[in-house]
T-cell receptor
Framework: AQKVTQAQTEISVVEKEDVTLDCVYE???????LFWYKQPPSGELVFLIR??????QNEISGRYSWNFQKSTSSFNFTITASQVVDSAVYFC?????????????FGTGTSLTVIP | NAGVTQTPKFRILKIGQSMTLQCTQD?????MYWYRQDPGMGLKLIYY???????DKGEVPNGYNVSRSTTEDFPLRLELAAPSQTSVYFC??????????????FGEGSRLTV
């Protein structure tokens, strides 16, 4: 069975602090895909990153970075020097291969509040 | 590109009424999905489709129906609306098969109040 756990329900940080959002997944598939989405207060869902299970390289995009560790089944997301605009709900998701229905499994989300 | 377009954005229904949420995508994606998001909660899959003419139930299909007559369109029908169907509904699409599993492209959401 597939499952994504985001244990942090809510996080508050002061602007310019660094913050890490945790994501732990469960799957027996050998090929799978991991995603992060941002949902700002306006409600839309914004794609942030896609990673396949064969690529464990960490990725950095501006103030955002992702740490993928298959050994611990984790795909954590770090925001460096947080800003008020980072306030949102962040969802981690697991995607299965197309021949299994291409289904996605979402975590329950982490609500991040950045205090000015 | 328009991406994924959902209509309407807002709708108020009375108990027992029916309605259809429209969803269309212009990216030629073979996979399409309907999710609902209850206040303060994550996304729950209602129905999905792997291609025209093929649909399957997700985690919470009761009270809903879908059809996929074309690659572009994936309408969601609510029959006999109930207060428990008050939610925000998101349509999404993604590519698959030879390209692996692509990210979900979401519509802007439809807020439904029963």
């Amino acid at each position: 069975a597939q499952k994504v756990t985001q244990a942090q329900t809510e996080i508050s940080v002061v602007e310019k602090e660094d913050v890490t959002l945790d994501c732990v997944y469960e799957t027996r598939d050998t090929t799978y895909y991991l995603f992060w989405y941002k949902q700002p207060p306006s409600g839309e869902l914004v794609f942030l990153i896609r990673r396949n299970s064969f690529d464990e390289q960490n990725e950095i995009s501006g103030r955002y970075s992702w740490n993928f560790q298959k050994s611990t089944s984790s795909f954590n997301f770090t925001i460096t020097a947080s800003q008020v605009v980072d306030s949102a709900v962040y969802f981690c998701a697991l995607g299965r291969r197309p021949n299994t229905g291409n289904q996605f499994y979402f975590g329950t989300g982490t609500s991040l509040t950045v205090i000015p | 590109n328009a991406g994924v377009t959902q209509t309407p954005k807002f709708r108020i229904l009375k108990i027992g009424q029916s309605m259809t949420l429209q969803c269309t995508q212009d990216m030629n994606h073979n996979y399409m999905y309907w999710y609902r998001q209850d206040p303060g909660m994550g996304l729950k899959l209602i129905y999905y489709s792997v291609g025209a003419g093929i649909t399957d139930k997700g985690e919470v299909p009761n009270g809903y129906n879908v059809s996929r007559s074309t690659t572009e369109d994936f309408p969601l029908r609510l029959e006999l609306a109930a207060p428990s169907q008050t939610s925000v509904y998101f349509c999404a699409s993604s590519y698959g098969k030879g390209q692996g599993t692509g990210e979900l492209f979401f519509g802007e959401g439809s807020r439904l109040t029963v």
